[in-house]
Structures are given as C-alpha cells and as structure tokens.
C-alpha cells in the first residue's frame, strides 16, 4: 500500500474518531469529579452529619434499606470512607431489570431522597454520555468500533512515523 493512501486512511480514521473521543474525554473529565459535583448540585442527598456513635453495621443497615424500600432489593453499595459522605446504594425494584439507586445515611439508615434511575441525574446522564454515547447497546458498539479505528490509528501512525521511531530508539 502507498504511503499517500494510508496517510488518506489516517487522515480520515482521526476526522471519524476525534469527535466521539472529545465527547468521551470531555464526560470523563467531569466524571472525576463527580462527588465533588454532586455535593454541590444535591447536597441534601449527598452530605450527611456525622454522629459519635459512628456507622451503623452493614446488616443494620441493609435491613433499614429493606424497610424503607419494601419493594427493592439491594444489589450493591458503593461506601465512602469520607465522614460527611452519604453512601450509593443501587437496588432494583422485584420483578424488573432496572438498577436504581439512592443515597443513604451511613449513621442513621435513612434513605435520602427518592428512589431514582441511574440515568435521572446530571451525573447519572453523564455517565451514560461517556458509556454509550446515549444510544444504549448500539452506542456501545459504536464506541467499540472507535476503539478499533483509534488501534488502526496507531498502528497507521507507527507506520507513517516510523523514521522517527527508528532514529529514536537509536543510541
């Protein structure tokens, strides 16, 4: 293959993959700094006072999430180890499919704020931005795909640069 028509390929794989991957970069710089975010976007959910007797055991804990969600059943906690931090529980309601979630206090069982999708909130929103490009599993295949162009990228730019990469790793 000439060299100008894998420059063209090069050249076009980059055009194609560089708008879904400033997307990507972009959702994934905010997603840093999602507590952060979320602190100041629901701190009423998020922010929680700490009491001397400290956390509550797991058990007591999800058993209060049992009577406060009947109709839910808890599939995983996300824990802080931050004192003023409320903990991510996700759950899923019986007889569905769907992960929700909502935050609870670590030292008190309460369920702060309603039960919501994890796709309801700014950052839940984000997140899917960043997955799926908010096309469900067809946007996880295109983010496949771009993956295997940004490898094409590479291995086209190690070839079109390869002058460089031999002088470089010269002593």
């Known amino acids: 293959m000439k060299t100008k028509t894998i420059w063209k390929i090069h050249s076009w794989l980059g055009l194609i993959a560089g708008i879904p991957l400033i997307i990507i970069a972009f959702t994934g710089s905010l997603l840093v700094f999602k507590d952060e975010i979320n602190t100041v976007l629901i701190p009423d ?4 006072e700490p009491t001397d007797e400290g956390y509550l055991s797991l058990d007591t804990r999800i058993e209060a999430l049992r009577e406060q969600l009947p109709n839910h059943e808890v599939a995983g ?9 409320a903990d991510f529980v996700y759950v899923i309601e019986h007889n569905d499919h769907d992960w929700l979630h909502v ?9 702060l704020g309603p039960v919501l999708a994890t796709d309801s909130e700014i950052m839940g929103w984000l997140l899917e931005l960043h997955y799926t490009l908010l096309a469900g599993h067809t946007g996880v295949a295109i983010c496949g795909l771009i993956a295997v162009m940004l490898c094409l990228l590479g291995i086209s730019g190690f070839f079109l640069y390869r002058k460089f990469w031999k002088n470089f790793f010269t002593l």
């Open 77 to 85: 906690i996300a824990f802080y180890m931050e004192p003023e931090r």
């Open 45 to 48: 959910r998020v922010v929680v």
């Open 103 to 111: 935050f609870q206090n670590p030292y008190t069982g309460e369920v």
